[in-house]
């Protein structure tokens, strides 16, 4: 394990003249941001209208649960992106590996929004919808890990957490564009909505990509890895050598990554299936209500991003995820007051405090985990640990969410308690993660 374990290599000690870390950081926001919000438009998409047009008529439950069901496997796909294009971006650079991942994740998204429905075409449109949630989620297995390393080894060992967040900044930049889009075709007529409304967010990606594309192509391949491929330290199997050599590393980045995915989709997806159907709230008050809390998230993680840089990255993690065990609780009163009140800014109060914390440990979990792996296989290492995390707790967060709802007739405080458990996975593994950091450093 201690042969890939980043040290005090001369890899990120490149001078400044040799990077353009600006422009990097630039190519990570913008690709991720489309990245991002072609992959919350299905989500959306599959809380408000899925249901009804891709599955038999029937049981609303069965066709909501069906709906998730396929949002759930776009997360179950993103291990295999990571694997592909973690070993192409450790053998043939992360730009190459970055284009691939952005074409592929705008063709699927906007041959969704062609898709014929179920009572058009009946049982091939969930096949296809399917299949294609599967690119998805394959297109952004591959991105994070390499969007991450392009900003954050062009900045170098000193301003990586700050400049590997540029890529967790996308991630709320999307959700906010997916939320105006899907603001706007709400406030259609419902038939108008049903019949051609919900295909123009997918639709629209086609532009995106085109704009992606031409940021992206403009920036240089990262220094650190044209430094490992001129040394000829690439790793000619990056995904064995990993689990062969650091599985305990890779196990524990899976949990340190738990909460800031899982609770995107705690307060994004499943949010809008607890607040309409457990709580009588109209579909556009909830999407609104998500809408002003993505600007807070999107203002607070680079402030978060900062104060990790300045004060520490695993120190900050530590009270980030301590704080995030504490917030559903008052979220849900707020939430569940504002729903019965009509007082739309407690909701988005209470939502905002879980995601405080939430994006505060997401924005600054990147660049720790970045720094923790080799150049030769840290693409692999860290795209296997952010998608299989996505896999396990970003997928099956809804479902359990909307399965926990049925069980307990809408009830907050098992909710509550789901939460605080997936905090706190976050909490002891990063704790973990800097105790063998440091003894690595000891031994060195």
Same mark, same amino acid.
């Given at each position: 394990? *201690?042969?890939?374990?980043?040290?005090?290599?001369?890899?990120?000690?490149?001078?400044?003249?040799?990077?353009?870390?600006?422009?990097?950081?630039?190519?990570?926001?913008?690709?991720?941001?489309?990245?991002?919000?072609?992959?919350?438009?299905?989500?959306?998409?599959?809380?408000?209208?899925?249901? %009804?047009?891709?599955?038999?008529?029937?049981?609303?439950?069965?066709?909501?649960?069906?709906?998730?069901?396929?949002?759930?496997?776009?997360?179950?796909?993103?291990?295999?992106?990571?694997?592909?294009?973690?070993?192409?971006?450790?053998?043939?650079?992360?730009?190459?590996?970055?284009?691939?991942?952005?074409?592929?994740?705008?063709?699927?998204?906007?041959?969704?929004?062609?898709?014929?429905?179920? %009572?058009?075409?009946?049982?091939?449109?969930? +096949?296809?919808? +399917?299949?294609?949630?599967?690119?998805?989620?394959?297109?952004?297995?591959?991105?994070?890990?390499? !969007?991450?390393?392009?900003?954050?080894?062009?900045?170098?060992?000193?301003? =990586?957490?700050?400049?590997?967040?540029?890529?967790?900044?996308?991630?709320?930049?999307?959700?906010?564009?997916?939320?105006?889009?899907?603001?706007?075709?709400?406030?259609?007529?419902?038939?108008?909505?049903?019949?051609?409304?919900?295909?123009?967010?997918?639709?629209?990606?086609?532009?995106? #990509?085109?704009?992606?594309?031409?940021?992206?192509?403009?920036?240089? *391949?990262?220094? *650190?890895?044209?430094?490992?491929?001129?040394?000829?330290?690439?790793?000619?199997?990056? #995904?064995?050598?990993?689990? /062969?050599?650091?599985?305990?590393?890779?196990?524990?980045?899976?949990?340190?990554?738990?909460?800031?995915?899982?609770?995107?989709?705690?307060?994004?997806?499943?949010?809008?299936?607890?607040?309409?159907?457990?709580?009588?709230?109209?579909?556009?008050?909830?999407?609104?209500?998500?809408?002003?809390?993505?600007?807070?998230?999107?203002? @607070?993680?680079?402030?978060?991003?900062?104060?990790?840089?300045?004060?520490? !990255?695993?120190?900050?993690?530590?009270?980030?995820?301590?704080?995030?065990?504490?917030?559903?609780?008052?979220?849900?009163?707020?939430?569940?007051?504002?729903?019965?009140?009509?007082?739309?800014?407690?909701?988005?109060?209470?939502?905002?405090?879980?995601? @405080?914390?939430?994006?505060?440990?997401?924005?600054?979990?990147?660049?720790? +985990?970045?720094?923790?792996? *080799?150049? =030769?296989?840290?693409?692999?290492? @860290?795209? #296997?640990?952010? %998608? +299989?995390?996505?896999?396990?707790?970003?997928?099956?967060?809804?479902? @359990?969410?909307?399965?926990?709802?049925? /069980?307990?007739?809408?009830?907050?405080?098992?909710?509550?308690?789901?939460?605080?458990?997936?905090?706190?996975?976050?909490?002891?593994?990063?704790?973990?993660?800097?105790?063998?950091?440091?003894?690595?450093?000891?031994?060195?």
């Amino acid at each position: 394990m *201690e042969n890939i374990i980043s040290g005090n290599s001369k890899s990120g000690q490149l001078a400044p003249g040799a990077r353009q870390p600006a422009r990097a950081g630039l190519a990570a926001f913008v690709g991720t941001m489309i990245e991002w919000y072609d992959f919350y438009i299905y989500g959306t998409a599959a809380a408000l209208v899925f249901g %009804q047009l891709f599955f038999p008529p029937g049981d609303p439950f069965l066709s909501r649960m069906a709906a998730l069901g396929t949002f759930a496997v776009g997360f179950f796909a993103r291990p295999l992106g990571g694997i592909v294009f973690g070993h192409l971006g450790d053998r043939l650079g992360r730009k190459k590996s970055l284009v691939i991942t952005l074409m592929l994740m705008g063709i699927a998204t906007v041959c969704i929004g062609l898709l014929p429905t179920y %009572q058009q075409i009946g049982l091939w449109a969930p +096949v296809a919808l +399917v299949a294609l949630r599967v690119l998805q989620g394959v297109a952004v297995g591959g991105e994070w890990g390499g !969007a991450v390393l392009i900003a954050g080894e062009h900045a170098g060992r000193q301003r =990586r957490t700050l400049f590997a967040s540029f890529a967790q900044l996308g991630s709320p930049a999307g959700l906010i564009l997916s939320l105006l889009a899907f603001k706007w075709v709400t406030a259609m007529e419902p038939q108008a909505m049903l019949d051609y409304g919900w295909r123009l967010p997918f639709l629209a990606s086609a532009g995106l #990509l085109l704009i992606g594309l031409l940021i992206r192509l403009g920036v240089n *391949e990262s220094p *650190e890895f044209e430094t490992s491929r001129q040394q000829r330290a690439a790793s000619a199997a990056p #995904l064995l050598e990993v689990v /062969r050599k650091a599985w305990p590393l890779l196990l524990l980045c899976i949990g340190a990554n738990t909460i800031g995915i899982a609770g995107v989709y705690f307060t994004n997806t499943f949010m809008i299936v607890f607040t309409t159907e457990y709580l009588g709230l109209a579909k556009p008050a909830i999407l609104a209500c998500l809408f002003y809390v993505a600007f807070i998230q999107f203002a @607070i993680q680079p402030l978060a991003a900062w104060l990790g840089q300045r004060f520490g !990255a695993a120190r900050f993690l530590k009270i980030a995820a301590a704080l995030a065990i504490l917030s559903p609780y008052p979220m849900f009163v707020l939430v569940k007051q504002g729903a019965a009140s009509g007082n739309a800014w407690l909701m988005v109060m209470g939502i905002a405090i879980c995601v @405080i914390c939430m994006a505060s440990f997401y924005s600054v979990i990147a660049g720790f +985990v970045s720094g923790i792996f *080799e150049t =030769r296989v840290r693409y692999t290492a @860290i795209s #296997l640990s952010y %998608q +299989v995390c996505g896999a396990i707790a970003g997928g099956l967060t809804p479902l @359990i969410g909307t399965m926990l709802a049925q /069980r307990y007739h809408g009830e907050w405080w098992p909710l509550a308690i789901f939460y605080s458990l997936m905090s706190a996975v976050s909490l002891l593994s990063v704790v973990a993660l800097d105790r063998l950091r440091h003894l690595h450093a000891d031994q060195a």
